[in-house]
């Protein structure tokens, strides 16, 4: 099961079954069985927060992920994602916002089936799984994949 959530920020997933359906095949490509993700869009400040208390990090990132095992066998986790960053990351890549997304909601997942990023050798790896998952998802008109209302300015 892949749950969306909103915690502090006016953003929504639209065609919310092309995106599960995605997700799912990156899974199933892994050769895992998903159990139960939950994503939570949120602002940079309430990202900060949990890295603050839960990791000791001061500093803000595009996503922190929590695994957890509900069923052994199965991918779960909750995964926050800072839009904020996502925005600032894809104006500071030149690339389209929903192509930055689809990176960080899919990095979230390639944590969860084990995939690390500590290392070069690991981030080169993640880009690379990232890319060919990306790749899996194609998007005609951006827009129809997501509403926002990002009116503050990103740190």
Known sequence: MILFFNEDIDFQLLRKNSWKNWIKDVIHQHQEKLGEVNYI?????????????????DYYTD?????????EGEISGDLFISIDRVVEHAKDNHCPFID????????????????????EMESLKMRELENKAMSMFHVEHESEYF?????????
Request: hydrophobic share 35%; with cysteine.
């Open 41 to 57: 869009f949120c602002s940079d400040e309430h990202l900060l927060s949990i890295n603050q208390q839960y990791l000791n990090h």
């Open 100 to 119: 930055e997304l689809k990176r960080v909601m899919i990095h979230g997942i390639l944590h969860l089936i084990g995939f690390g990023d500590k290392t």
């Open 63 to 71: 996503i922190i992920t929590f695994p957890s095992e509900i069923k």
């Open 147 to 155: 509403k926002m209302n990002v009116s503050r300015e990103t740190k």
